[in-house]
């Protein structure tokens, strides 16, 4: 892969962070409110997988999913005003933080139901499928939602019909408080898979490179017919579950250990040691960030409020989908 | 709406069905079915009987017992352009989908600020009266006509049993059709010359002036045979077929109220909370003063549904209930 | 209910909550409370805060991400003679154990001819205000008043914060408690000598003569807002607060309508077949000629609950409709 | 094992076999309404299981449960009552052949929803385990409800709490019309137990004593403390699903060779070699379990129907439990 490539791969991870780092602030200044979910130290997973994905894919994530918006490509002052509320927003103000949606990118939000969004991916890879169209659906879940019903559901029959579905289970150790080991009897995860005679890797979350390697291979097999895949991506949460959450379930020690792992960081010495980034090259990068950040902030502000007359708008469809 | 002058012929609200499924399928390649023993067993209420070998297996999807994801893929289907009906066995079983129904088919498009449509058709038998005892006798109605951004239809008769579908799927929103199990083998006439019908207006099945009788699906038999009772008894009940329980053809209602301003509320689900409470309700907002006697509403007894003949029998609306309670209304 | 000749002190509903989980625990130890995050985390809207460390793992039960599972668990763990709480973290994910409480705890004792009792309760968070949107904002109280066989109750103060549990735990039957996300930090006083109270009951929360605002769990502030607005406009509204939406008070309820003659409904559910519906189709049934005016239902608008703060809002019943409301039934 | 004890198992088959018979007639002439689903062919699981248990167990069972409700010694009179609906049946006939009841033989029915069973188990055993009882809670299941997100999160629970379950997966090939490879995307079903970290066996389901053999030890296992166990019994319908069902599904020859391992035939012809049953044993068990089923039928024409003013009782409780 090309130096330019991987200083790509950087961008993306330091885009989304300190994106979210301001969204934090945000919520202090009650600019965003409801519920927010910060990926902070995830950043490497919806880099690497979302990277290697094609236009034509599709895309479902969870609430905590500004990491994957902002890697399939949408628009930052879009994501900010969606969680202002502002009408400008991808969703029109009317999802927040855990509904971001983008139709004409094909990312399918935004789901706030835990293990929800399984079930609809297999139906998107069902559509490609039975349309002969070369889509393979990359599907975003916790460790947390291997325990309920949908996913077994869904991962049977994604294998069951073959379909072109790209299972990425975000193992972070912690469903809210709950720790892997209170929540699956066996917590190796790549041996759910195995039941339902899907292939599976486990992956080091931490480093891009390894994700973006584990995905391309994945997704090329998916699309060429192979059948769903299934990827265990080991990652942690540095931040609170989400600004409600005092922590008491994990020690401070636990999550410093984490942190010496930070992707960002992690690749960053790398490219600085093998010389594809200068700390010009660096400071410059957190420059053009702060700046996209910034604009994304100014969007927001700008933006306007959804007219209350159209509350009901779009409860039902105004005009017919081709 | 059966015309008088157009040829008709015989048939079964299950044959009824199963032509619409056919036809639509032919019109439009987008259009599959899926769910439980849709194919190979053809269909637990042998809806799909035979379809399996005209459409092969693609369109036919057999699916494992896993209500919530081969639901959920329909909606996720829908999304991506196909036109799926989904056949969830019973309603006593859609239980185990209701999240996806709810949080997610329900929602969608107004929580992605019109971006994402679901034309997704649900169908699902429901009710009471075949001796299934509790787990099989639910009639849900009234939950999914609580729902926004659901459309809810239930088609009673061999017209709307064959015409209902062909518009469901035209519609760019979530639809679910309830078929209530005891009307699978009533016969009917359909017109040879019919076509695609509303899915949101009322009709009046009966005329009548002396009081009206509401109702809708699986009720419908029993409500025209207690107006048929009331005539011999010199009573003129009008029977109003609500075929949609959202939207609720509020209007037709509230004309059924001021021709005749005396109502009985024929519904086989549980009153408490139910369809039955809001079309009272709705009366009760904004046609009080139309009313010549309170609202009455005949519907099942609240208890699960025994299995016992006699027991279900008592538990369930009959026509001499229906008849007494007009009779009572009307004051002979 | 809260006499003023006894003692009290000021505390918070969840802390009145945490304080009826303590006590039941202590004083029997069949009773054990499970759910997700209910131990290490401290509960999500931190009701438990500190039990795992006064109970232990065994009877402050962290559960994986299986509400159907864990509810089921529940329902077995009551057959065989324990008392389990369990708390389902809100419910918008309820819907994923509905088989388990509809087909299951509702059924069970009928169907077994009375052999077998499910003496479970079922403790959810519901409501909206908070900006959490569509998926997290779900009011569907009126779903479960809809079934014979569970008992529905929604503590609005902080005396039936206190005081329904134990009652419910008691009780031979399952019984679902609501408890409104918006009631969590409100403050009250807890009379020192408070004892066990009725679920099924309604109260007069403000007595009035005017118009009655019927209403429970978390519009009841708002209602009471209201009613004082109107007392400044020279309307005496009473305020009924239904405290029980299975069974209902339908007694407490007519006493209202003849006391005041005029309804208004207030409740945070949408109206289509929800249970502001079943007051006002009661009222139609049993004491019509008691109303001077048509009856009203202030509800949430029939839409997916917006994220925006204005949206949500408009969207969500407010004090001023109710007075509106109110007005127009008075005629000032 | 005691020629009698063989004796016994034998009988207990028969007994299911002769009473279901006499149901398939008696839905013939319209005594029994409803659903019927007959348990014909699968009779040595219920036997070779049920008969391991101790009076303190529980049974949990689908709306296939005659055989389970006999084995656990219910009276035939009580069941054969139940399906006429008579007051006198085990559920006092208000739930039918789906519904079989008795709080005396800790027998919890007898439940409709495919699945349904599975998460009410892991609640008995945990409240055996919560108040020190040496309970097992055996739960029967078709292969078909291993599809089910309930299947999935019963099991994880189950072995992530060491509960006391005995999962009977009763693996008869087909759920109405659909096929085991229609159903699951891996068919070797004891490979779903190791994902949840739980010890499975699979068992030929026609051998009596091979599934009594199974049975006993995983009972054992579980009652002291090993974590609950997986059965996957290999069997086979040799009747329609229910009496609506018209097998289009399966080939007639497919069930005739199935036939030929009928677990009675097979039983009696090795009892017969072994001397330990004569011919003249097996007619006069033939007249037994006859006179049985026949009084059986007697005591269920001679009961009465409930009143129906009845019809409100019990939908909420007449006495507090204790
Ligand atoms: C069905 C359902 N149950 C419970 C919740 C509440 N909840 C929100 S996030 C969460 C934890 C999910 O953990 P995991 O799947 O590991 O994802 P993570 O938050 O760690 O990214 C819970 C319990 C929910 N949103 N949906
Ligand atoms: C949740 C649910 N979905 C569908 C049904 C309808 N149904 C009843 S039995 C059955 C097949 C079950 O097959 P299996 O689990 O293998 O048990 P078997 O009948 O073979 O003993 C189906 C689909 C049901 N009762 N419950
Ligand atoms: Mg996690
Ligand atoms: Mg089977």
Known sequence: MSDSHHLDLLRQMLRIRRFEERCAQLYQAEKIRGFLHLYIGEEAVAVGVIGSLQPDDAVVATYREHGHALARGMEPGKVMAEMYGKMEGCSRGRGGSMHLFDASRRFYGGNAIVGGGLPLAVGLALADRLRDRPGVTAVFFGEGAVAEGEFHEAMNLAALWDLPVLFCCENNLYAMGTALERSESQTRLTLKAASYEMSAWDVDGMDVLAVEEAASKAIESVRSGGGPHFLELRTFRFRAHSMFDPELYRSKEEVEIWKERDPIELFRRRLLADGALTEDDWAAMENDVAEEVESAVAFAEAGTWEPVEELTRFVYSEVVPS | ?332
């Not at chain 2, 209500?67 to 859609?94: C, D, K, Q, W, Y």
């Not at chain 2, 199990?181 to 002036?209: H, I, M």
């Not at chain 2, 010549?292 to 006699?310: F, G, K, L, Q, T």
């Open chain 2, 1 to 332: 709406m059966t015309s008088i002058a157009t040829p008709t012929r015989t048939i079964t609200y299950r044959e009824a069905m199963r032509e619409a499924i056919r036809d639509s399928m032919q019109r439009d390649d987008r259009v599959f079915l899926m769910g439980e023993d849709v194919g190979r067993y053809g269909g637990c209420y042998a809806v799909s009987k035979g379809l399996l070998e005209e459409f092969g297996p693609d369109r036919i999807r057999d699916t494992p017992l896993s209500e919530s994801a081969f639901v959920g893929a329909g909606i996720g289907a829908a999304l991506a352009g196909l036109r799926p009906i989904v056949e969830v066995m019973t309603v006593n079983f859609s239980l185990l989908a209701l999240d996806q129904i709810v949080n997610t088919a329900a929602l969608y498009l107004h929580m992605s600020g019109g971006q994402f449509h679901v034309p997704i058709v649900i169908r699902m038998t429901t009710g009471a009266g075949r001796q299934l005892a509790a787990q099989h006798s639910h009639s849900l109605e009234g939950w999914y006509a609580h729902v926004p951004g659901l459309k809810v239809v239930t088609p009673a008769t061999i017209e709307d049993a064959r015409w209902m579908l062909p518009t469901a799927l035209e519609d760019p929103d979530p639809v679910v059709i309830f078929e209530h199990a005891g009307l699978y083998n009533s016969e009917g006439d359909l017109p040879e010359q019919g076509g695609p019908v509303d899915l949101d207006r009322a009709v009046v099945r009966r005329p009548g002036t002396d009081v009206a009788l509401i109702t809708y699906g699986g009720s419908l038999p029993k409500t025209l045979i207690a107006a048929h009772e009331l005539a011999d008894q010199g009573i003129s009940a009008q029977v109003l077929d609500l075929r949609s329980l959202r939207p609720l053809d509020t209007e037709a209602i509230l004309a059924t109220v001021a021709s005749t301003h005396r109502i009985v509320v024929v519904d086989e689900g549980w009153k408490t909370a139910g369809i039955s409470a809001e079309i009272a309700a709705s009366i009760a907002e904004q046609a009080i003063w139309e009313l010549d006697a309170p609202i009455r509403r005949v519907c099942s007894v609240e208890v699960p549904m025994p299995y016992a003949r006699h027991m279900e029998e008592a538990a369930l609306p009959q026509p001499a209930e229906i008849v007494a309670a007009a009779r009572e209304l009307v004051g002979r």
